[in-house]
C-alpha cells in the first residue's frame, strides 16, 4: 500500500512525533522514508552583514536535522534517504511528494488556535489542502503549551460560538435601534 513515505521535517533540533509514525508506517509497509527538509529562500534575500551567516546557519541547521532523522530512523531498521532543497516549505514538500513517488505524508501539526494560528499559518494545513496524497497529521505542542485536548477543544469551539451570538445580538440590536431612528 506504502512503498514510498514523505517525512518532511523543519531546521533545528526540535522533536519531531512524527518521526516513531512514518517509522511505524514504514516497517508496517516496508517502505522507504524519504526525510525532507526546506532551506526557506527568504533567508537568501535578506541583506546586511549577517545575511549570510543566517542563511548558512539555516541550511546547516536544516542538513543536521535530515541526517539525525536519517539516522534515527535507520538505528530502527528502516530504510531512509534524507534531503535538503531550497524553496518555500509547501512547494518543496509539494515536489518532493512527485519526486519521491510519495504514497503518504507524514508531518507533525502544531496546536495552535486563533490569532496564533492566523499570524503564523500553518505549512501543514496548507500541504494537506495541495497534497495529491493522503496526509498523516501528529499533533504537537509549542514547548510549555499543554496538549489542546478534545474537551479543550470542545470548550474553544463554545466560546467562539457565544461570541459569533454575542456578535449576532448586538448587530441585530443595531439594526433594530437604526430602524427605529428611520421610522422616527
Known sequence: MYDDILLPVAPGGEANDAV???????????????????????ARTLRGPQAGAFA????????ERVEAVTAELEAAGVDAVGDL?????????ENAIADAGADIV???SHARSGLRRV????????????????VVTVPMTDEGD????????EAMSREDDEATSREED??????????ADDEA
Not at 499543554?146 to 477543544?153: A, F, G, H, L, M
Open 20 to 42: 516513531p509514525h512514518a517509522a511505524s508506517l514504514a516497517e508496517r509497509y516496508d517502505a522507504t522514508v524519504h526525510v525532507v527538509s526546506a532551506v526557506d529562500t527568504v
Open 56 to 63: 548558512e546557519r539555516v541550511e546547516s541547521a536544516a542538513q
Open 85 to 93: 532543497r531550497q524553496g518555500e516549505p509547501v512547494d518543496v514538500i
Open 106 to 108: 507524514v508531518m507533525p
Open 119 to 134: 499570524l503564523l499559518g500553518s505549512v501543514t494545513e496548507k500541504v494537506v489542502r495541495v497534497s495529491p496524497v493522503p
Open 146 to 153: 499543554e496538549p489542546v485536548t478534545r474537551e479543550d477543544d
Open 170 to 179: 448586538e448587530a441585530a440590536t443595531r439594526e433594530d435601534d437604526e430602524t
